[in-house]
């Protein structure tokens, strides 16, 4: 009876739906006879050691894994296994377009520009929830940067709202940072806790502004230029442990370092397509030995620096695979050097380890 059913159909639909139905009861055939509870039933993947540089050198960087989605964190049960491979089903919450990301305490916070939404994905606990899909004022459009105080309160920028959000560390919506028409196109975004400062960089507006926990403007810093201190489109952030302020001037082909208080000290990088040359500079972080590592999203990897900006070692290259970027923005190094870097096109958050000494 069903098949005469769906007759009117086209011949492909019926060869598919017979076959869904004939995996269907496969799959009711397999579950009522084995109970599959761990993700010790599915089968294992090959285990990939990636290391930069190559040997015999001694290995610097190791690629460690990937979080596409919520069951890279959560896992699934063999019965989900079983659905996706065979049936091709599956529930999981997948990344669309990760913009950047904040890492602290076996969290991870990645800023879906394209799912317009905050992931966070809690490694310790196996969870993962989502913020800022809920319509309403605590909604997102288009995040871009986030970044997470010592009190667990999340900070967001949605450039297409032109605001700064902060939620709760359960992800429910506290407050707008900033006064409306403060911001143009407000992107990167980082904390200094100790001094209690939200440093927001308005890449329309080619500046900085630095903030409290309350709002309050405390002082701006850069204008548009090609100068110390001026910049051209900036659009990544990011605070070392000495305070220091790392700005990414993207279209200065440069990262430019300031004190906390907005002063320029110096910078990294210069235009070019060779080591050491800028041509996208993006996402920018810093190691525990103050190394300085800079995304570049037009050679799709990350170049390393030491403190006095010279080259130490890039990683990485344009690809799909295990260890590959293609078209990488965001990056934050977390207290245990673990790397985590936001790769917009393969719709993932790649995980690399630090490991430690460079020689001075």
């Not at 109970?35 to 990939?48: D, I, N």
Request: charged content about 25%; overall charge positive.
């Amino acid at each position: 009876m069903l098949f005469t059913k769906i007759l009117p159909q086209k011949k492909e639909q019926v060869k598919v739906k017979g076959k869904k139905i004939f995996f269907n009861c496969l799959l009711l055939l397999f579950t009522s006879t084995f109970t599959f509870t761990c993700l010790s039933c599915a089968p294992k993947t090959e285990q990939v050691e990636l290391f930069w540089p190559q040997p015999p050198d001694e290995p610097r960087i190791k690629w460690v894994g990937w979080i596409r989605g919520e069951k890279d964190v959560v896992g699934e049960t063999g019965k989900e296994w079983l659905m996706r491979s065979v049936v091709g089903e599956g529930t999981d919450v997948l990344l669309a377009r990760p913009y950047s990301v904040f890492a602290s305490k076996g969290r991870v916070y990645v800023a879906d520009t394209g799912g317009s939404k905050i992931a966070v994905y809690d490694t310790v606990n196996k969870k993962a929830y989502y913020i800022g899909k809920k319509a309403g004022i605590g909604g997102l459009s288009k995040p871009i940067g986030v970044v997470v105080d010592g009190e667990g309160n999340i900070y967001v920028t949605d450039s297409s709202q032109d605001r700064v959000i902060v939620y709760n560390q359960n992800g429910d919506y506290k407050y707008t940072l900033n006064k409306k028409g403060q911001f143009k196109q407000p992107t990167g975004i980082a904390i200094n806790e100790s001094l209690g400062r939200i440093y927001v960089v308005d890449t329309h507006r080619h500046n900085v502004t630095a903030m409290n926990k309350n709002g309050d403007m405390l002082f701006e810093f850069g204008k548009r230029g090609s100068n110390e201190g001026e910049f051209n489109y900036p659009n990544s952030i990011y605070v070392d442990r000495r305070g220091l302020v790392y700005v990414s001037d993207t279209l200065n082909f440069r990262v430019q370092i300031f004190d906390p208080d907005g002063k320029f000290i110096r910078q990294i990088g210069s235009i070019g397509d060779t080591p050491g040359r800028l041509a996208r500079p993006k996402g920018v972080a810093v190691d525990s030995d103050g190394n300085t590592y800079i995304v570049d999203a037009a050679f799709n990897n990350v170049q390393i620096f030491d403190r006095e900006g010279t080259l130490l070692l890039f990683f990485s290259s344009m690809g799909i695979g295990p260890g590959k970027l293609w078209l990488p923005s965001g990056i934050f190094i977390d207290e245990k050097d673990t790397i985590y870097i936001a790769d917009q096109l393969n719709r993932r958050i790649d995980i690399f380890q630090y490991l430690r000494h460079f020689p001075h």
